[in-house]
């Protein structure tokens, strides 16, 4: 069994939330159409921090991928191959994918 001290689990939790909050900003400027100095003097955000936290999570972010099915099929069963990623979620690859496509999705995810 491992303890994590109070004060650390304080701490990464905060870090989390700052995250958090960082995300919903930087979200909250891309759907603004204004410039990242327009909207961080509108909000009273120290604009090099925004810059800062913009950059520490793009290089941070895990590439999440999403299944899209037409509407009304069922889900195919004949996977051939899945990788469990660090981030617990995982990658299912069917029999029947294109090369191209494949290689693409494992470029993306060594970024």
């Given at each position: 069994m491992v303890r994590i001290d109070d004060g650390l689990m304080s701490d990464l939790m905060s870090?989390?939330?700052r995250s958090d909050g960082w995300r919903k900003q930087?979200?909250?400027?891309?759907?603004?159409?204004?410039s990242v100095r327009e909207?961080?003097?509108?909000?009273?955000?120290n604009e090099n921090a925004f810059y800062k936290w913009r950059k520490q999570l793009q290089t941070s972010e895990a590439v999440r991928f999403a299944l899209v099915e037409p509407?009304?099929?069922?889900?195919?069963a004949e996977t051939t191959l899945a990788i469990l990623?660090?981030?617990?979620?995982?990658?299912?690859?069917?029999?029947?994918?294109?090369?191209?496509t494949l290689r693409t999705v494992l470029e993306a995810l060594r970024r």
């Amino acid at each position: 069994m491992v303890r994590i001290d109070d004060g650390l689990m304080s701490d990464l939790m905060s870090k989390a939330s700052r995250s958090d909050g960082w995300r919903k900003q930087i979200a909250d400027e891309q759907r603004s159409g204004l410039s990242v100095r327009e909207f961080c003097a509108q909000r009273t955000v120290n604009e090099n921090a925004f810059y800062k936290w913009r950059k520490q999570l793009q290089t941070s972010e895990a590439v999440r991928f999403a299944l899209v099915e037409p509407a009304g099929t069922q889900p195919r069963a004949e996977t051939t191959l899945a990788i469990l990623l660090a981030t617990g979620e995982r990658l299912r690859i069917g029999a029947g994918v294109d090369g191209p496509t494949l290689r693409t999705v494992l470029e993306a995810l060594r970024r």
